[in-house]
């Protein structure tokens, strides 16, 4: 059995002006929006330097300088999570800036009609963020299985947790040669390689540099998911 873990913005979903939205809208992003809400902080931080960061480590770098200790903290991430929910629920009205990357859709109605694969999502998004987005972009209740933002401190560690969470999931026993992570960053190959799986880098998303992508030594390079090799290596039909 083969496992396919899909990152979220720029390999499921476009990112056409959206996270660019999340970040400045109101001129408060989700992060600043839940420890406000949530621990009543002001947070003064350039949000646009966090890429690759998974939402834990950005939320944490938000409080960390306060008196909140780490312990406290932690006990606080269901609560920061539900906050960011909120806040793209009343804050976030064009709901149309999210929408499914066509052949990302293709590849994984592929994937579904499909004996002997399963999948799951690899995010650095807090779960109730994934699943807002993912909603949002047509792809409702399509993955029961996943590894999210508030579940380690680094996309690394995250990536690490794959294997336990998903031998009781799926009850199987994945080696690192059946998982495959597919994303649209050098932060999706880097955490794919660091736990021996297989990596296909897309180039759906906003910043696809190639040779920046070919630098990490992806097993595939590829435009789009439905590109010849990608389908082969799954054993699905060309089309
Ligand atoms: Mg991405």
């Keep these: 059995m083969k496992l396919i873990l899909f990152d979220i913005d720029g ?3 476009s990112q056409t002006g959206a996270s660019v939205f999340e970040m400045i809208a109101n ?7 839940a420890v406000r809400k949530v621990f009543g902080l002001s947070v003064n931080i350039d949000f646009s330097t966090y890429n690759g960061y998974i939402d834990k480590s950005i939320l944490w770098d938000c409080v960390k300088n306060s008196s909140i200790t780490k312990e406290a903290f932690e006990k606080k991430l269901p ?3 539900q906050a960011m929910a909120e806040y793209m629920d009343t804050i976030v009205t064009d709901t149309a800036l999210y929408h499914a990357i066509p052949t990302a859709r293709h590849f994984l109605d592929l994937v579904m009609n499909k004996s002997g694969i399963a999948y799951g999502i690899l995010s650095g998004n807090v779960q109730s963020i994934a699943e807002w987005k993912l909603d949002k972009a047509g792809y409702n209740h399509i993955f029961q299985f996943g590894l999210y933002g508030e579940e380690a401190d680094d996309r690394i560690e995250l990536a690490k947790k794959v294997f336990v969470k998903a031998d009781a999931f799926f009850h199987e026993q994945f080696s690192p040669k059946d ?5 649209d960053t050098v932060h999706d190959i880097r955490c794919g390689k660091a736990i021996g799986a297989h990596t296909i880098a897309v180039m759906t998303g906003r910043h696809h540099d190639p040779v920046v992508l070919n630098a990490e030594h992806p097993d595939f390079l590829v435009d789009t998911l439905m590109d010849n090799s990608v389908l082969d290596y799954f054993g699905l039909k060309r089309v």
Excluded at 179 to 183: A, D, M, R, T
Aim: proline residues 0%; aromatic residues 12%; without cysteine.
């Design 11 to 13: 390999t499921l979903i």
């Design 27 to 33: 001129g408060e992003s989700k992060f600043s929006f």
């Design 79 to 81: 609560v920061l999570a």
């Design 179 to 183: 998982v495959s992570v597919i994303g």
